[in-house]
C-alpha cells in the first residue's frame, strides 16, 4: 500500500523572500498548469463524453474504454511533471491484468470498472479552474506582489502536491488486488469449465462407449446361449475384457479428478504413485511437518502431474526429481530433469495453463529451461492449512524466486 504522507525528500525547503531553484520550479509548475489542465479539459470532455453518449450504440463503450485508458497516460505526464517541479514522489499505478481477463468483453468491462482512470479524469476536470487560478495569479504575481511571490507560490504549489498525491496516486493494495482477482476468477472458470469438457469427453469416448459395446454384447450372447452355447461363453469373455477396461478407464478418470492415494495419504505417496508412472526413474523428496488444505494439496499434485507427463513426452530426460517443501508460509515445489531442455511458458506443453492456474491462487510459476538442458521449474503455492486458514506470513509475503530449499 501506497503511503499518501509526503517523505522528506518530497518536501522542498522553507520558502523564504531569496528565489532559490525550488521557488523557480514551482513558478514554471504554476504558469504551465494552464496551458497543461486545457489540454487534459478537453481530452476529457471530448472522448469520455463522447463514449458515455454513445453508449446507445456499439461503439461507444469501447470508445469511452479507450479513453480511460488514455487518461492513464495523461496522469503519468502530470505524475512526472510533479516529480520534476514540484518534487512530489509519486508511484506508478499497477497496470490492468487484461491479458488474463478472457474475451473481448471481460477486458472491455475491466477497462470500464478501472479506478485509476477514472481518479485521472477527475483530476482533469478538476485542474482547468485551478489552472486559471493559478496561472493568473502566479502571472500578476510576478509584476505586482514580487517579494512575497515565494510564499504565495509555494501555498500554491502545495494545494497542488495535494491534489497529486490524492488523485494521481496508485491504489490501495486492496484495489489492486482487487483487479487481479476478478482476473483470475476468470481464468478459475475457464479452467473449470475445461476440465468439465474434457471429464465429459473422457467419459464419452472412453467408458460409456466401452458400457454401450458391453450391453450389446452381453444381449447378442443372450440371444446365442441356447443354440451356439460356445459362441455365447466366448462374447461373455469378451464382455468380461471390456468390463475390466472400462473399469480401469474409470479408475483414471477418477485419478485424475482427485485420486484416492491423496486424499487417504498425502502429497508423499500420491507423488510417489505419479512418479511410478513417469517414463524415466523419478526421485520424490516430500518435507512437510504437516498437510496444507486439500485445495492446495490436489492443485500441488495435478502440477507435479502435469509437469512428469511434459518430461515423459517432451524432455528426452535420463533422470527426473522432485521437491516439496514448506518455506515462509509458502508450499514450494520444484521438478527438475536433465533433458534437452527449451521448455517455455509459450511452448505448446501447457505451462502457461499451469501458470494461470497458479496465479488464480496468488502462486507463482517460474520456468528455467535453457536449450541443452537442463529444466528447472519451480511453483509456489500459498500455505493453507487444514482448517482453511491462511499462514501469517503469507499475507504479507509476495512471492518470490528465491525461496531457500530445505537442508538435505
Known amino acids: 500500500m501506497t503511503d499518501p504522507s ?7 525547503p522553507p520558502a523564504r523572500f531569496a528565489y532559490d531553484r525550488h521557488t523557480w520550479k514551482e513558478i514554471a509548475h504554476l504558469l504551465a498548469n494552464l496551458p497543461v489542465s486545457l489540454v487534459g479539459f478537453i481530452y476529457v470532455v471530448t472522448v469520455l463524453f463522447l463514449g458515455l453518449g454513445l453508449t446507445v450504440t456499439v461503439v461507444g463503450f469501447p470508445l469511452l474504454a479507450a479513453g480511460l485508458m488514455g487518461t492513464r497516460l495523461l496522469g503519468r505526464g502530470e505524475r512526472a511533471r510533479a516529480r520534476a517541479l514540484l518534487g512530489v514522489r509519486v508511484e506508478e499505478p499497477s497496470r490492468l491484468p487484461l491479458h488474463g481477463a ?74 489492486r488486488r482487487i483487479a487481479e482477482l476478478e482476473s483470475d476468477r476468470g481464468v478459475v472458470v475457464d479452467t473449470a469449465a475445461a476440465d468439465l469438457r474434457r471429464i465429459e469427453r473422457d467419459l464419452h469416448d472412453g467408458a460409456q462407449a466401452r458400457l454401450v459395446n458391453l ?19 466366448s462374447m461373455v469373455e469378451e464382455a468380461h475384457g471390456e468390463v475390466k477396461l472400462a473399469l480401469q478407464e474409470l479408475r483414471d478418470l477418477a485419478r485424475g479428478i482427485h485420486p484416492a492415494v491423496l486424499t487417504d495419504r498425502g502429497l508423499d505417496a500420491a507423488l510417489s504413485s505419479v512418479a511410478s508412472r513417469c517414463t524415466v526413474p523419478v526421485r520424490v523428496a516430500v518435507d512437510l511437518t504437516e498437510r496444507p488444505a486439500a485445495a492446495i494439496e490436489g492443485i500441488a499434485y495435478f502440477t507435479v502431474s502435469e509437469l512428469l507427463q511434459n518430461v515423459s ?9 522432485v521437491e516439496v517443501w514448506r518455506s515462509a508460509g509458502r508450499l514450494l515445489i520444484q521438478v527438475e530433469d536433465d533433458g534437452r531442455g527449451g521448455a517455455s511458458l509459450d511452448g505448446g506443453t501447457g505451462m502457461r495453463g499451469l501458470a494461470d492456474r497458479l496465479g488464480a491462487v496468488d502462486g507463482l510459476f517460474v ?15 500459498p ?4 482448517s482453511g486458514a491462511l499462514a501469517e506470513d503469507t499475507r504479507t509475503r509476495t512471492p518470490t524466486r528465491d525461496s531457500v530449499r530445505p537442508a538435505t
Open 102 to 175: 478472457g474475451g473481448v468483453l471481460p477486458r472491455l468491462w475491466m477497462a470500464l470498472k478501472d479506478p485509476v482512470g477514472w481518479r485521472t479524469a477527475l483530476y482533469e476536470v478538476i485542474r482547468l479552474p485551478w489552472g486559471v487560478v493559478t496561472f493568473t495569479v502566479t502571472l500578476a504575481s510576478l509584476f505586482v506582489l514580487w517579494p512575497v511571490l515565494p510564499f504565495i507560490a509555494r501555498g500554491l504549489a502545495n494545494a497542488d502536491r495535494a491534489m497529486v498525491r490524492g488523485l494521481l496516486s496508485p491504489s490501495d493494495e486492496l484495489e
Open 383 to 386: 500455505w493453507w492449512d487444514r
Open 215 to 233: 450391453a450389446m454384447g452381453l444381449g447378442l450372447a443372450k440371444e446365442k446361449l441356447l443354440e451356439d452355447p460356445d459362441a455365447a461363453a
Open 6 to 12: 509526503p517523505s522528506p525528500d518530497d518536501c522542498p
Open 367 to 381: 520456468v528455467e529451461s535453457p536449450e541443452g538442458g537442463p529444466t528447472t521449474v519451480t511453483a509456489e503455492l
Open 313 to 321: 513426452k517432451h524432455s528426452a530426460a535420463r533422470t527426473a526429481s
